[in-house]
T-cell receptor
Framework: GQNIDQPTEMTATEGAIVQINCTYQTSGFNGLFWYQQHAGEAPTFLSYNVLDGLEEKGRFSSFLSRSKGYSYLLLKELQMKDSASYLC??????????WGAGTKLIIKP | ETGVTQTPRHLVMGMTNKKSLKCEQH?????MYWYKQSAKKPLELMFV???????ENNSVPSRFSPECPNSSHLFLHLHTLQPEDSALYLCASSQVPGGSGANVLTFGAGSRLTVL
């Protein structure tokens, strides 16, 4: 079966760096997405990786290794507003999105 | 108004009620989706519409009935639901279903459904 694994919850300190991992086992691969979802709000698109390597976008970076079935989202200079759930999703060979259960990130002052 | 708008934001209904969830997008997208989000579980795709035609139904119980009258509007009609159907129902839209990075979804804030 198809599976996406990511930690259920993580805690970090304001101003620090945190890395949220995502491992996947899917039928084919056509890209990996990261979404951010604040409590009670819509998930919003953060990043898309289809080639190996690191994509940087301001304080957020996303990394992909297709051979390892692995991605991470790196958040730098953490702010209180970064407290949210982070959803990892993979587009499989049929262009179906397979979702992880999300990682709840708690930022402490 | 821009983005994806869902109404109502909160809904409480009994098991014998009939209600509907509404979704509207003003992004010019041609695909719309219903997802179910339960606590600590992955998003579950329920229905996909492309150009107003249903292209996917992931074995959803018949007590959920979708309707897509045009490319901007999507409804989810609810009838004789069960308590386990209590969840957040998210609507999303995209440019095209499937296909590369163009498949970025824009979500609404969701309708929180509680079935008593």
């Amino acid at each position: 079966g198809q599976n996406i694994d990511q930690p259920t919850e993580m805690t970090a300190t304001e101003g620090a760096i945190v890395q949220i991992n995502c491992t996947y086992q899917t039928s084919g691969f056509n890209g990996l997405f990261w979404y951010q979802q604040h409590a009670g709000e819509a998930p919003t698109f953060l990043s898309y990786n289809v080639l190996d390597g690191l994509e940087e976008k301001g304080r957020f970076s996303s990394f992909l290794s297709r051979s390892k079935g692995y991605s991470y989202l790196l958040l730098k200079e953490l702010q209180m507003k970064d407290s949210a759930s982070y959803l990892c999703a993979v587009l499989d060979s049929n262009y179906q999105l397979i979702w992880g259960a999300g990682t709840k990130l708690i930022i402490k002052p | 108004e821009t983005g994806v708008t869902q109404t109502p934001r909160h809904l409480v209904m009994g098991m014998t009620n009939k209600k509907s969830l509404k979704c509207e997008q003003h992004l010019g997208h041609n695909a719309m989706y219903w997802y179910k989000q339960s606590a600590k579980k992955p998003l579950e795709l329920m229905f996909v519409y492309s150009l107003e035609e249903r292209v996917e139904n992931n074995s959803v119980p018949s007590r959920f009935s979708p309707e897509c009258p045009n490319s901007s509007h999507l409804f989810l009609h609810l009838h004789t639901l069960q308590p386990e159907d209590s969840a957040l129902y998210l609507c999303a839209s995209s440019q095209v279903p499937g296909g590369s990075g163009a498949n970025v979804l824009t979500f609404g804030a969701g309708s929180r459904l509680t079935v008593l």
